[in-house]
Nanobody
Framework: QVQLVESGGGLVQPGGSLRLSCAASGFTFSYYSMGWYRQAPGKERELVASITSAGINRSYADSVKGRFTISRDNAKTTVYLQMDSLKPEDTAVYLC?????????WGQGTQVTVSS
C-alpha cells in the first residue's frame, strides 16, 4: 500500500537547522510531484515547498525562500527538506505530499518546534 513516512523533526533553537526526510513506497515515485506542507495549531495547512517529478522545477512559499531547500532522490524514493535559519514561526507539523493528476497521498507528519 502507499506509504509516506516523514522523519527528522524535533526541537531546535532559533537560527538552527533541520533536515526532514520523506520515504515513499507503494507507488511510482518518479512519476509524482512532491511537496512539503505545514500546519500550525489554529492555522490552515500551507504549502511550504514543492518539486516536480524529475526535480527540475522547485517552488517555495515566500516565508521560507532563501532558507529552505527541497530536493529528491528518485533512486531512493525519498524527498528532503533542508531547513536553515529556523524561526519560531516555522513551528508546525510538517507533512509530505505526493501528487499526480487526480491522485494525492499524504504522510502522517513530523513535528518541528523552534524555541529557545
Amino acid at each position: 500500500q502507499v506509504q509516506l513516512v516523514e522523519s527528522g523533526g524535533g526541537l531546535v533553537q532559533p537560527g538552527g537547522s533541520l533536515r526532514l526526510s520523506c520515504a515513499a513506497s507503494g507507488f511510482t515515485f518518479s512519476y509524482y510531484s512532491m511537496g512539503w506542507y505545514r500546519q500550525a495549531p489554529g492555522k490552515e495547512r500551507e504549502l511550504v515547498a514543492s518539486i516536480t517529478s524529475a526535480g527540475i522545477n522547485r517552488s517555495y512559499a515566500d516565508s521560507v525562500k532563501g532558507r529552505f531547500t527541497i530536493s529528491r532522490d528518485n533512486a531512493k524514493t525519498t524527498v528532503y527538506l533542508q531547513m536553515d535559519s529556523l524561526k519560531p514561526e516555522d513551528t508546525a507539523v510538517y507533512l509530505c505530499n505526493a501528487r499526480r493528476l487526480q491522485y494525492t497521498y499524504w504522510g502522517q507528519g513530523t513535528q518541528v518546534t523552534v524555541s529557545s
